[in-house]
């Protein structure tokens, strides 16, 4: 009997584990892969450690230090970024491996798929091909993709970009976002703990872009006066990313309802509660689409990546005038239900993959990669 393929997964936010988390699952539960779970970046890090919601799920193979606390400056990502690199790397070395699997953009999934791809390990890659020229882990992304061997993007457009890069039709597999796995499965807050959030009509999701922190507090500041205007306001904290401080400080200083961070199972409940999301983050277009509610997209971030009819977009308001983010609040507030149409697959992400890593063809999957330019 041939044995399983062990599948290392690297996982290095809260964010990106909700998304990662149905296809771990589905790794773990298929019958000739073996799942392998590394844990880095921001889990690791106080006060709410994420890592335990990571091992509440799955055995973990290894926890991977990389980011300090309270550094977020770019130069301390590269740091970290080294860090990461050579972690990944020992434990490589010190296991079998077959395949490691990363998602996104972030420094984690970069270092992850660095060391595997340099030490003679085949990198599968979810969410390739995407579009987010607003932030700095754009080129990352790409950079991911040209280290990997199995591509697993989320639609087909982001399929095609990865093919005019020069990768391999046959290397390319669309299995859709796994944003989108599992959320019929997830009812609403209760009242009790909606109530304890605050009941709020509109939770915001700003995300740093890399600007300097004091750029990054008055943009947030102005989404949340624009909020504010329109009813009960809950805001996320940011991701751990240069210019987070800033937005924590708007947060403070707006009088907005704040929240650190919410497991995936709860927030997509809160989502299912409140009328709009508004800020820059991949939720807007991905889940509130999936879910059938209003998003406001403020900013750059998630430029080039496909638009759904829940979104309205503003595209760079003036750090001074925020009357555009309060238009198109009150226009998506105003408006009917939002269509459930998106471009991001059936729920079925997790599945796919696991039987792509199972079954994919180390010849069509080769080390020495080809490219067709």
Request: net charge negative.
């Amino acid at each position: 009997m041939t044995a399983p393929r062990r599948i290392a997964v690297a996982t290095g936010s809260r964010a990106e584990f909700g998304l990662l988390h149905p296809v771990m699952r589905a790794i773990d539960d298929h019958p000739k892969l073996e799942l392998a779970v590394l844990v880095a970046g921001t889990h690791l890090l106080g006060p709410d450690a994420t890592v335990t919601e990571v091992e509440a799920s799955f055995d973990i193979a290894a926890r991977i230090p990389m980011l300090e606390p309270g550094e977020t400056s770019r130069v301390r990502d590269a740091e970290a970024l080294g860090r990461g690199l050579s972690g990944f790397a020992a434990w490589i070395g010190a296991h079998t491996v077959d395949c490691m699997l990363v998602l996104g953009d972030r420094i984690e999934a970069f270092a992850a798929a660095a060391a595997a791809s340099v030490a003679g390990i085949r990198v599968a890659h979810m969410h390739g091909g995407d579009r987010a020229p607003g932030i700095a882990d754009e080129a990352m992304r790409h950079a991911i993709t040209m280290l990997s061997h199995i591509h697993l993007p989320a639609t087909r457009r982001s399929a095609d970009r990865i093919i005019a890069m020069g990768e391999v039709s046959a290397r390319v597999h669309v299995v859709g976002s796994p944003a989108v796995d599992g959320l019929d499965a997830i009812p609403a807050l209760d009242d009790e703990a909606f109530d304890a959030l605050g009941a709020p009509d509109i939770v915001v999701l700003q995300h740093p872009l890399g600007r300097p922190a004091d750029h990054e507090q008055a943009v947030a500041t102005g989404v949340f006066k624009a909020c504010r205007r329109a009813g009960r306001v809950l805001a996320m904290h940011p991701n751990h990313d240069p210019g987070r401080e800033g937005i924590l400080a708007a947060i403070q200083g707006s009088g907005v309802g704040g929240c650190r961070h919410l497991p995936r199972h709860d927030f997509v409940g809160l989502l299912r509660r409140v009328r709009l999301l508004v800020g820059n983050s991949s939720a807007g277009l991905i889940e509130c689409a999936a879910l059938g509610v209003r998003s406001v997209n403020v900013g750059p971030r998630q430029d080039g990546r496909e638009r759904p009819d829940n979104v309205l977009d503003v595209p760079d308001p003036r750090q001074d005038d925020f009357d555009e983010v309060q238009a198109a609040i009150a226009t998506a507030l105003a408006g009917p239900a939002a269509p459930a149409r998106h471009p991001f697959g059936d729920g079925d992400a997790g599945l796919r993959t696991a039987a792509v890593l199972a079954s994919f063809d180390l010849e069509t999957h080769p080390l020495a990669k080809k490219t067709t330019h």
